[in-house]
């Protein structure tokens, strides 16, 4: 019995000594893993390292941590990158800006003193084809209406108060002519008589009456030096409205008739492109059907 007794705890204790030995490998490796775990997070706070080269490592959360991709910076100025240099190759980039600037400004200013003072530069270099004009008309009148030009109206109806009927009609006749030039019916030039205008209003039936009637009486007075009575002059200058309202009406017909041929002639362009195309697709359609019989 006592045999027995002491054969059951000699088992015991084998059984617990060989327990023992298979697990404390595990015990060794489980407090060395934690000690090595507790060492590395020492490691990482006490030293700068983990901050700078292992920023997905959080302190806070003893975990790893989310780390935008950092943004890509703007390209400096080119004062910022110092393309100019130096401080001092602003400075005489700046100056020299200021100086061109103040020079434009003074040649802005000179041309429009110049242009100011000389109204016939003016005229020439703003209003060359005007003044072309003005002087192209000029020239044709008598030497006696060249001086009233921009106010022939005016200075016949003051020569006929003042009682120079002769004067008035020259001024008078002069304001025809250049009313009729104005409005493109005749084309006034140095050296053409009269006459040549009046063949040139031969479409402009009423015009040419108020024309041919002044014309008759103005070469009388101005070449025949025949006088001239207050009623004679009247009998044109009270017709002065009508004149002036025929001859603008005959330059809208004209324009009318410009109009009308042009667009006959664009609808005469569109109707012979049309025939052209009608043609080529009727040559086309024959091609083909020769082939197919070809074929």
């Known amino acids: 019995m006592i045999c ?21 490998p595990c015990a060794v490796v489980a407090r060395d893993d934690a000690q090595s775990v507790t060492n590395a997070k020492r490691s990482l ?26 943004k890509e910076r703007e390209s400096a100025s080119p004062c910022e990158k110092g393309s100019f240099g130096s401080t001092l190759a ?14 434009l400004v003074i040649i802005l200013v000179l041309a429009w003193y110049v242009i100011y003072r000389n109204s016939d530069l003016f005229r020439k270099l703003w209003k ?33 108060e003042a009682g120079e009927y002769r004067t008035a009609l020259i001024y008078y006749f002069s304001y025809q002519l250049v009313w009729i030039d104005t409005h493109e ?22 015009v040419l009456g108020y024309y041919e009637e002044s014309m008759s009486l103005f070469e009388s007075v101005y070449y025949g030096n025949h006088p001239i009575t207050r009623l004679r002059f009247l009998g044109i200058w009270e017709d002065r409205q009508k004149f002036s309202l025929a001859v603008k009406m005959e330059k809208q017909r004209r ?12 609808l005469a362009a569109h109707r012979d492109n049309l ?3 009608v043609d080529l697709l009727e040559s086309r359609r024959r091609h083909v059907e020769g082939c197919e019989l070809n074929d």
């Open 128 to 160: 060359k084809e005007e003044y072309k004009e003005h002087k192209r008309r000029i020239e044709t009148l008598p030497e006696e209406a060249r001086d009233v030009f921009d106010d022939l109206v005016g200075a016949a109806r003051r020569a006929f």
């Open 185 to 206: 019916l005749i084309r006034m030039y140095k050296g053409k008589t009269n006459h040549e205008y009046a063949r040139e209003l031969k479409l402009a039936t009423e």
């Open 275 to 277: 025939m052209l195309t």
């Open 255 to 266: 324009d009318e008739i410009k109009q009308r041929r042009s667009y006959s002639s664009s």
């Open 90 to 103: 602003q400075i005489s980039y700046w100056m020299m800006f200021g100086i061109g600037l103040i020079v």
């Open 4 to 24: 027995r007794v002491m054969s059951q705890k000699t088992s015991t204790i084998c059984c617990l000594m060989f327990l023992i030995w298979v697990l404390s």
């Open 45 to 70: 706070s006490q030293s700068t390292i983990g901050t700078k080269q292992f920023p997905w490592y959080s302190e806070e959360t003893d975990d790893a941590a989310f780390v935008p991709f950092p």
